[in-house]
């Protein structure tokens, strides 16, 4: 098997693998938001979707996320949500990753900087999620409106909301995972050091050495 083969058998593997593990932690895990009487809460799956895309791929990111939503939302009975969730994290995924691997090629990259775009990135992806979501629940609204409590169409923006805060939790824990698996020797050798594409590629400057590297060209 040559190694074009190789790497498209293990990214499927990292597919399935993280298409269940992110099942598992959307599926049990519910975090309740105070203040919200039990009806807003959030889940950990953008994390996945976050940091597989920024240490391995974007696109693998948002099919193995896209993959596990859409699982979920069958699984909890949301059928009519399962395709949205399919596209919209896939989107997350591609948007999130793109975005840190442009950012990681500007200005120097400590760990600190590092995870500051990672973020960043994240975060922007997140909102987007949110933003994205607005549809399947504008359409229900239209189509089901007597469900939604008094024919209000406020549970649109409220969905925002919780999506967002959603997508913002989901973007800090995602950066520590990611900075804390890229240092990580076998991940490395095997995404990081083989990949000229991975931002992860780029040496990882102490920053004690920038520093000092500022005062000499001062």
Request: aromatic share 14%; net charge neutral.
């Amino acid at each position: 098997m040559n190694t074009k083969n190789s790497k498209l058998v293990l990214d499927m593997a990292v597919v399935a693998i993280f298409t269940g593990l992110n099942f598992i932690v959307t599926y049990f895990v519910a975090i309740p938001i105070p203040g919200t009487s039990g009806a807003g809460y959030i889940n950990l799956s953008d994390v996945f979707v976050f940091f597989i895309s920024a240490l391995i791929n974007p696109l693998v990111g948002g099919i193995s996320g896209g993959l596990a939503g859409l699982i979920c939302d069958l699984s909890l009975g949301y059928g009519f949500f399962a395709p949205f969730t399919l596209a919209i994290k896939f989107i997350e995924g591609v948007i999130s990753g793109y975005l840190f691997r442009f950012l990681i090629k500007i200005g120097k990259n400590s760990k600190s900087t590092i995870y500051f775009k990672s973020l960043i990135s994240f975060i922007i992806g997140g909102l987007i999620m949110a933003i994205l979501y607005m549809v399947p629940d504008f359409i229900t609204f239209l189509t089901v409106p007597s469900s939604q409590g008094g024919n209000s169409y406020y549970f649109i923006f409220y969905d925002l909301g919780i999506n967002s805060i959603q997508g913002s939790v989901n973007a800090v824990i995602g950066s520590l995972i990611y900075i804390g698996l890229s240092q990580i020797k076998i991940l490395k050798n095997q995404y990081i050091v083989s990949s000229k594409y991975n931002p992860s590629s780029i040496k990882i400057e102490d920053e004690e050495d920038l520093d000092k590297k500022g005062e000499n060209h001062d």
